[in-house]
């Protein structure tokens, strides 16, 4: 098992930051693929950014590229993700989650992660 808590969520005017946190537990972290999704009222879960179990590898929506950026700390057992020039419409939940299918490379699909954090809530006011 591996337990995964969010934190850094909150309001925030457009055009502000945000950096999210999620802690890991449980199992050895550096094995495990990590991603952020998210989801807001009334729309389905979407894949935010990925990154590979040593941090090599990362990939974003096309929605955030330029604007978030995902990072891990296979020592403090924590991946973040640093949110810059948020808009209206990334107000959502947002949630890490742990996959161990790929060793190089992560998921997009969040069928594909094992794991999952409560969430934290990200609102960006206009």
């Known amino acids: 098992q591996v337990q995964l808590v969010e934190s850094g969520g909150g309001l925030v005017q457009a055009g502000g930051s945000l950096r999210l946190s999620c802690a890991a537990s449980?199992?050895?972290?550096?094995?495990?693929?990590m991603g952020w999704f998210r989801q807001a009222p009334g729309k389905e879960r979407e894949f935010v950014a990925g990154?590979?179990?040593?941090?090599?590898?990362?990939g974003y929506a096309h929605f955030v590229k330029g604007r978030f950026t995902i990072s891990r700390d296979n020592v403090k057992n924590t991946v973040y993700l640093e949110m810059n020039t948020l808009e209206p419409e990334d107000t959502a939940v947002y949630y890490c989650?742990?996959?161990?299918?790929?060793?190089?490379?992560?998921?997009?699909?969040?069928?594909?992660?094992?794991?999952w954090g409560q969430g934290t809530q990200v609102t960006v006011s206009s």
């Open positions: 449980g199992r050895t972290f550096s094995n495990y693929a």
């Open positions: 989650a742990a996959e161990g299918k790929h060793s190089q490379i992560y998921s997009v699909a969040s069928a594909e992660y094992d794991y």
């Open positions: 990154i590979s179990r040593s941090g090599g590898v990362t």
